[in-house]
């Protein structure tokens, strides 16, 4: 195994160590951008080629690049986290850029390296090492490898120009004065994914169909909205961007089963950490009557969401056009759950999985 051949082109204008400091203070989400951003292009003849660093700034993009008609594309979503002793860490990577070979299946991709991906993460990680926060208040440098459709043609087939890039970006706490629980919306007008569908893939199209149906979760207070299968309308699958836990009175603890939902890598992360505190955990079909019966028995005793960018997060109420359930009675397991994950993240607990990947 041969290691991609990087070039480098550092930024001449980095941001000063001043404004640098002020951004790390309060970088909030998605806003400010490293010095740096990778990319790699792939073409029939010559497979992945060109992997560069460069600085960061707009691609210079034809109107008839086809990722903009035909939203040929899938992304990642992963963190840097800084330790107390300075270095820095990113949680399980193979294991995103193990969905991205999925997803690149599913969306007619080619294939990028599991290597390759870890490769181009952690250099970029590495050039634009001061952009990773310190670790108070959970910040961390989100991390956003994408592949696209970048060939010049209006036709319909899948792209013989591709492009793979990482940006980087300063992330806050995702909840800032502390962990509330999120209300819910329970959609009845929108699906997120089909039988045969891209529910499973990460890519851009299903956060576009996703959005109307936040709308209206937006419209009736709520914080996020969670979808139901398509075939029946009766099975849970998931949020926008987040896996649901369903945790009983008796210790156990169901998660919607993998085909139509994402494959989160904090779901199954919180798979094995569950298992490891004495939790079974079943991955099955898990109907809405359930869910609603469950909270009014009091055998479902705690609800949560999990993502890489939460992390975990209490579920509170959830409401649909006329109907409700209560938030359920705790959230002890969901709290102590999540602080396992992120004292293992964060390099303050055993990493017993060996999840953890030093870059710096
Ligand atoms: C990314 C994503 C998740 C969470 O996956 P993680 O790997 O845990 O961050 C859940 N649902 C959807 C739809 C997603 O896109």
């Excluded at 109107?63 to 330790?83: C, D, I, N, S, W």
Aim: net charge negative.
């Amino acid at each position: 195994m041969t290691s991609m051949q990087i070039s480098t082109t550092a930024n001449a204008n980095p941001v000063d160590d001043s404004r640098l400091t002020e951004i790390l203070a309060n970088p909030g989400f998605g806003i400010h951008f490293t010095d740096h951003m990778f990319l790699v292009e792939w073409t029939p003849d010559a497979g992945w080629h060109d992997a560069r660093i460069q600085p960061y700034g707009p691609l210079a993009m034809d109107p008839a690049t086809a990722v903009l008609h035909y939203a040929q594309e899938t992304f990642e979503g992963m963190k840097a986290y800084r330790h107390d002793d300075g270095s820095v860490w990113t949680f399980r990577p193979e294991e995103n850029a193990a969905r991205m070979v999925r997803s690149s299946r599913r969306l007619a991709f080619p294939e990028l390296p599991v290597e390759d991906f870890v490769q181009a993460v952690d250099a970029l990680v590495e050039v634009d090492q001061r952009w990773v926060p310190d670790p108070s208040g959970e910040k961390s440098l989100y991390l956003r490898p994408f592949m696209f459709a970048s060939e010049v043609f209006l036709g319909v087939r899948p792209a013989q120009h591709v492009t793979f890039m990482v940006i980087a970006s300063p992330a806050g706490a995702y909840f800032k004065g502390g962990v509330k629980p999120v209300t819910l919306w329970l959609t009845e007008d929108y699906t997120r994914a089909g039988r045969g569908g891209m529910g499973a893939a990460k890519t851009g199209g299903n956060y576009a169909s996703s959005l109307v149906a936040q709308q209206e979760a937006t419209a009736h207070g709520c914080d996020q909205v969670v979808f139901l299968d398509a075939q029946e309308g009766k099975y849970v699958e998931e949020l926008g961007g987040m896996n649901l836990y369903f945790v009983h009175d008796d210790g156990r603890i169901v998660t919607p089963e993998t085909g139509t939902i994402l494959e989160g890598i904090t779901r199954a992360s919180i798979i094995e950490l569950a298992g490891k505190l004495g939790h079974q955990v079943e991955e099955r079909r898990f109907s809405i009557d359930e869910w609603r019966d469950g909270v009014a028995s009091g055998r479902i005793t705690e609800v949560f969401a999990c993502g890489t960018a939460a992390v975990v997060t209490p579920v509170g109420s959830l409401k649909w056009d006329g109907g409700e359930v209560p938030a359920p009675a705790s959230t002890d397991l969901t709290m102590r759950v999540r602080q396992a994950l992120v004292d293992v993240q964060y390099g303050r607990a055993e990493d017993a999985f060996g999840w953890m990947h030093r870059i710096v």
